[in-house]
């Protein structure tokens, strides 16, 4: 059973800047990033491949957000700049064996989830 656990989320302002952090208990081939907000489902964010050569975006994130691991310490990371009030959400990390499954929202595993909060 694969472990991944959220660190990093928060209250910022519209405009500041956020880094989650999902460390692993062992490197899975593709991570990435989930977001619930209020009263919605669970929608894709971000997700990247083992070699982090490969990498996808939700349309909303592209160019704000950037996601990135580092395989020898198990960590995946969420860097989120320019951040706008919708998106406030509790980011989830998630894990899936094919970087094309996961977003396609077929995921193996799942983080407990991290709040974010961006006020205007």
């Known amino acids: 059973q694969v472990q991944l656990v959220e660190s990093g989320g928060g209250s910022v302002q519209a405009g500041g800047s956020l880094r989650l952090s999902c460390t692993t208990s062992?490197?899975?081939?593709?991570m990435g990033w989930f977001r619930q907000a209020p009263g919605k489902g669970r929608d894709f964010v971000a997700a990247i491949d083992y070699e982090a050569e490969k990498s996808y975006y939700e349309d909303s994130v592209k160019g704000r957000f950037t996601i990135s691991r580092n395989i020898g310490d198990n960590v995946v990371y969420l860097q989120m700049n320019t951040l706008r009030p919708e998106d406030t959400a509790v980011y989830y990390c998630?894990?899936?064996?094919?970087?094309?499954?996961?977003?396609?929202?077929?995921?193996?595993?799942w983080g407990q989830g991290i709040q974010v909060t961006v006020s205007s």
């Open positions: 998630v894990a899936s064996r094919q970087l094309a499954r996961l977003v396609k929202g077929d995921i193996r595993y």
């Open positions: 062992y490197s899975i081939d593709a």
